[in-house]
């Protein structure tokens, strides 16, 4: 793992709270979605389907942050749509930031050159840059030409800047075992990013291209092999190793979406941000009126071919910190 030894004992101190505590279900990262619109319309995303007068909408930063102290966790992923569109975006990071939140900012990255004055470096910050690929790839992905260079350059300008960079990377069905190691070689050794993190995509039923998504079987072929030879170890992933495990199809959990819970302008999303089956005013309520056992891979069709990170990062989070062999080798990396 590449994760700071600051953030993983943060993190390690607020599980054993919960732990403690007797806390069976609580999160430990929130998707935070304080505006849907965004500046692309990429073809596997269903957020941007919204009606236009939501997608007009932004959510108060006073509103965003009640809901993160509401629910108590310690991590924080802004997404949206694109969220430098938000206009108080830089207002909601800093008061996020004050609370001693970890804050991921998740963007194509086009608008950092218009907004990174805004920002500065923090312990708790990091931009996340989404890059589904190299050149013609990703801008395919997000149908739209010159993208992929400007992402790369917005990406130099905050490392100059001495920003944290990470980057979240999207597998589709087309994608193969070659083109997957050849975007994280770039990331990990010729733009020397701090952290990489991949991601199966997942079937949006309102994403404008349904043919993209990959079967589990799939998934576990494509990233058993782009792993083989060293790769693994030598990239820097920000995920735990059972979690990796998992995606090879050496491990397998169930579902634990309550972990990485969704915050957006309708509220709290059932069960995950990538399914709507209705809203929660407050973390509790979504805690408390969700059969939490109807949903995963096995109980809901729609989950079936689900390997994404919201219901089953946590899970490996949670078996990670439950086996002393297991924590030993995530703090080794292996």
């Known amino acids: 793992m590449t994760v700071p030894?600051?953030?993983?004992?943060?993190?390690?101190?607020?599980?054993?709270?919960?732990?403690?505590?007797?806390?069976?279900?609580?999160?430990l990262l929130v998707e935070l979605e304080p505006l849907f619109a965004c500046n692309l319309a990429c073809a596997g995303c269903g957020k941007?389907?919204?009606?236009?007068?939501?997608?007009?909408?932004?959510?108060?930063v006073d509103q965003a942050v009640a809901a993160i102290e509401e629910c108590g966790a310690p991590m924080v992923s802004i997404a949206g749509g694109e969220p430098l569109m938000h206009p108080q975006i830089a207002e909601l990071v800093q008061a996020l930031i004050d609370r001693k939140k970890y804050v991921f900012l998740c963007t194509n990255a086009l608008l950092i050159p218009r907004k990174i004055d805004q920002f500065k470096p923090s312990d708790y910050f990091a931009w996340v840059v989404h890059i589904d690929g190299l050149a013609e790839r990703h801008d395919a992905s997000v149908s739209k030409e010159g993208v992929f260079d400007q992402a790369v350059e917005a990406i130099k300008e905050c490392q100059r800047r001495g920003f944290r960079v990470t980057t979240n990377t999207t597998v589709f069905n087309t994608d193969t075992p070659q083109t997957v190691t050849d975007v994280l070689n770039f990331l990990n050794d010729d733009l020397g990013v701090?952290?990489?993190?991949?991601?199966?995509?997942?079937?949006?039923?309102k994403a404008p291209n349904q043919d993209l998504f990959p079967a589990v079987a799939e998934t576990r072929e494509l990233f058993s092999k782009a792993f083989a030879g060293g790769n693994r170890k030598r990239w820097r992933l920000g995920h735990t190793p059972l979690f990796l495990d998992f995606l090879e199809g050496k491990a397998d959990f169930s579902c634990t979406a309550w972990g990485i819970p969704s915050y957006s302008l309708k509220g709290w999303q059932r069960p995950c941000y990538l399914m709507g089956d209705g809203y929660a005013a407050t973390y509790r309520e979504l805690i408390e009126t969700t059969d939490w056992s109807a949903y995963g891979r096995g109980n809901d069709p729609r989950c079936s071919n689900c390997m994404a990170h919201c219901g089953y990062e946590p899970s490996a989070v949670l078996a990670t910190v439950g086996s002393l062999r297991q924590s030993i080798r995530a703090l080794r990396g292996s």
């Open 5 to 27: 030894l600051r953030q993983r004992l943060r993190i390690g101190s607020y599980l054993l709270r919960q732990r403690l505590a007797g806390r069976e279900k609580f999160p």
């Open 48 to 60: 941007i389907q919204h009606p236009a007068d939501v997608l007009r909408q932004r959510m108060p």
């Open 194 to 205: 701090d952290e990489m993190m991949v991601s199966p995509a997942y079937a949006y039923d």
